[in-house]
């Protein structure tokens, strides 16, 4: 699929907001094409329980199903106090069907149950891209330290960055513009290796 002028890729989400992040990222040189824009409405499977398994697992459903090139993102918040969690179930951690709010709560209450007077407050996002070009497959990881904070602070962003202050600032990421957090973000780190790579494959595609 071109769009005449610059190469084009589909990018395997169902989160508008990391469509929306993604394009503004990559900006003009690739055209990011939504499932929307493919005709798949489909609920792709997420079944496995590391990042990069999931995220090659929503790649190869969309090359195998619909034949583009493409890639998918697969995302998680580990927290060390809690073991990792929510981790590879970031999306579903209050369970199916909740919603970021829902998520949010139960991770503070479950930091404040193991919580003792030196309890580490530290975590990082991790974000796992993996890209399919023909039948090559390549994955990029991203990943940023923080504290979670004791209290949601900021209105942009989304899912955990209310509660996610990045080691390298003052302010959660939900109180950063979308530029200030894509300079420094698991999901910016990842993609910047994404389009490193792609450049080197521009002239065959
Ligand atoms: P797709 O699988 O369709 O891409 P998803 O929302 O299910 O969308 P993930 O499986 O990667 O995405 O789930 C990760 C969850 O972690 C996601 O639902 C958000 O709540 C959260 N998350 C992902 N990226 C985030 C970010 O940049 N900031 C804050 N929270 C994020």
Redesign the pocket.
């Given at each position: 699929m071109t769009d005449n002028i610059r190469p084009t890729l589909v990018f395997?989400?169902?989160?508008a907001?990391?469509l929306q992040?993604l394009r503004q990222i990559v900006g003009e040189r690739w055209h990011i094409v939504s499932l929307a824009e493919i005709g798949c409405h489909d609920d792709?499977p997420?079944t496995s329980d590391t990042?990069q398994g999931?995220a090659l697992q929503?790649a190869r459903y969309i090359k195998e199903h619909y034949g583009y090139d493409c890639f998918?993102?697969?995302?998680?918040?580990m927290v060390d106090a809690l073991g990792g969690e929510?981790g590879?179930y970031?999306?579903?951690y209050a369970g199916p069907g909740h919603d970021?709010v829902a998520?949010m709560r139960l991770l503070l209450e479950c930091l404040r149950e193991v919580s003792g007077e030196n309890t580490s407050r530290a975590a990082h996002?991790s974000?796992v891209i993996a890209l399919i070009v023909g039948d090559e497959e390549t994955v990029f990881e991203g990943r940023v330290d923080g504290v979670i904070t004791d209290t949601p602070d900021g209105e942009g962003?989304?899912?955990?960055?209310p509660i996610?202050l990045p080691d390298e600032s003052d302010r959660t990421?939900a109180s950063m513009s979308a530029q200030e957090?894509n300079r420094i973000?698991?999901?910016g780190r990842a993609t910047a290796k994404l389009l490193a790579y792609l450049e080197g494959l521009r002239p065959q595609l």
């Amino acid at each position: 699929m071109t769009d005449n002028i610059r190469p084009t890729l589909v990018f395997a989400t169902n989160n508008a907001h990391k469509l929306q992040e993604l394009r503004q990222i990559v900006g003009e040189r690739w055209h990011i094409v939504s499932l929307a824009e493919i005709g798949c409405h489909d609920d792709i499977p997420e079944t496995s329980d590391t990042l990069q398994g999931n995220a090659l697992q929503k790649a190869r459903y969309i090359k195998e199903h619909y034949g583009y090139d493409c890639f998918a993102d697969d995302t998680g918040l580990m927290v060390d106090a809690l073991g990792g969690e929510p981790g590879v179930y970031s999306a579903r951690y209050a369970g199916p069907g909740h919603d970021s709010v829902a998520n949010m709560r139960l991770l503070l209450e479950c930091l404040r149950e193991v919580s003792g007077e030196n309890t580490s407050r530290a975590a990082h996002f991790s974000t796992v891209i993996a890209l399919i070009v023909g039948d090559e497959e390549t994955v990029f990881e991203g990943r940023v330290d923080g504290v979670i904070t004791d209290t949601p602070d900021g209105e942009g962003g989304f899912g955990y960055d209310p509660i996610f202050l990045p080691d390298e600032s003052d302010r959660t990421f939900a109180s950063m513009s979308a530029q200030e957090k894509n300079r420094i973000s698991h999901r910016g780190r990842a993609t910047a290796k994404l389009l490193a790579y792609l450049e080197g494959l521009r002239p065959q595609l």
